[in-house]
């Protein structure tokens, strides 16, 4: 009977470093990328006559959409629809920080953090009160949206791109 091969088996050690492995070995990923693509990139670019800016511009697409392809290419596909759906709804976060010079984030965690474990009995009835008031943070419009609510700010910003559903 042959063995299954996992992808502990093939690249080595059973305990992780999560943040090693999530985020310290991107700058690593990002030269093999670039060993990976530049070259073929910059030959495509360099038989466009578009102005250098829209070159610069066409190398970023590039990179972006093939990253893209290639992290839903690895997932199972339910998971894959979830990622993009979570990707689509930073993406509008991000533009909704970008666009007001905010940052929801921590809008939100700032209004959180002032609700008091000492008013209420258990901790389930403090972390029932934490995702009420959670729900209608992103529901409730706000002057530093111009009035807006964080959720329709968001879905105006993905609908600019296509994102929404």
Do not use: C, H
């Not at 009977?1 to 305990?15: C, P, R």
């Not at 670019?45 to 590039?62: N, S, Y």
């Not at 940052?103 to 959180?112: H, M, R």
């Not at 993905?158 to 929404?164: F, I, P, V």
């Amino acid at each position: 009977m042959e063995e299954e091969n996992t992808i502990n088996d093939m690249f080595g050690e059973e305990n992780i470093d999560i943040e090693a492995q999530l985020w310290g070995k991107n700058p690593k990923r990002s030269q093999a990328l670039k060993d990976l693509w530049l070259d073929l990139m910059n030959e495509t670019v360099d038989q466009d006559d578009k102005p250098e800016e829209a070159k610069r511009e066409m190398i970023f697409l590039m990179t972006a959409n093939n990253v893209m392809d290639m992290v839903m290419e690895t997932l199972p596909e339910e998971l894959a629809v979830e990622l993009s759906a979570s990707m689509d709804s930073l993406i509008g976060l991000s533009m909704v920080n970008r666009r007001f010079e905010v940052d929801l984030l921590d809008a939100n965690y700032q209004t959180l953090t002032k609700v008091d474990r000492e008013e209420y009995s258990s901790d389930e009835e403090f972390e029932e009160a934490i995702r009420d008031m959670d729900e209608r943070w992103w529901t409730v419009g706000k002057q530093l949206l111009g009035g807006r609510t964080p959720n329709d700010a968001i879905l105006e910003e993905m609908s600019k791109y296509g994102l929404t559903r």
